[in-house]
């Protein structure tokens, strides 16, 4: 199966690319790509990947999967949450995001969060959909820590790995991120589907 990642992140899509390529799924080069710019305005991650898988498929003429995905610290309520991005302000960058969200924790006791990551895979003129989710808990550290990842990976420590995620390998993050498990569970789906 061939498709096109829709998402102009480049750290995204390597993440993505590494993921569905290790299932056996062909994605199509970004230079190959036809990119559209989409508002990424709905209230909820599974509403802002269906806006980009479909407006990708659209113009590519081919299926398109595309990830809304953030951070959601309890002790925010949920915050930064879809706004993760752009937590700081729109042109926010990951330093500037990570120094909003530890002034946001000055002081506070309970640091508990987790990333979400929805999925959405679209076909050309509607022809169905699929859609998974994923989860991985884990807490917000008063210091930035490692070197690789990106947007909160240097802040994020997952008990599943004893430390935090820019400190993993691509590897060790796929197996047990909240992305790694939202698209290993799409790629079961289309597995059991006949003719994908």
């Given amino acids: 199966m061939q498709l096109v990642v829709a998402s102009n992140n480049l750290k995204k899509r390597t993440e993505i690319a590494a993921i569905l390529g290790a299932l056996g799924i062909e994605l199509i080069a970004p ?26 498929a659209a113009a590519n003429g081919l299926p398109a999967l595309a990830d809304d995905s953030g951070l959601c610290v309890d002790a ?13 302000g729109p042109d926010a960058s990951d330093a500037d995001n990570n120094r909003k969200l530890l002034t946001e924790l000055t002081g506070c006791a309970d640091r508990t969060a987790h990333f979400f990551c929805a999925v959405h895979l679209a076909f050309p003129d509607h022809a169905g959909s699929f859609t998974a989710d994923g989860r991985v808990v ?3 550290l008063e210091h930035a820590s490692g070197s690789a990842g990106f947007g909160y990976d240097p ?4 008990p599943e790995l004893g430390k ?11 197996s047990v991120s909240h992305r790694g498990r939202a698209l290993r569970a799409l790629a079961s789906q289309l597995q059991q589907t ?3």
């Fill in 31 to 56: 230079d190959d790509t036809l990119f559209v710019d989409v508002v990424e305005d709905a209230p909820t991650f599974a509403g802002n990947a269906q806006k980009k898988a479909e407006a990708f």
């Fill in 76 to 88: 925010l309520h949920g915050a930064p949450g879809v706004y993760s991005a752009r937590f700081a």
């Fill in 164 to 174: 935090v995620f820019a400190a993993c390998t691509p590897e060790e993050k796929a």
């Fill in 194 to 196: 006949e003719g994908l």
């Fill in 138 to 140: 884990g807490e917000i």
């Fill in 155 to 158: 802040l994020f420590y997952c």
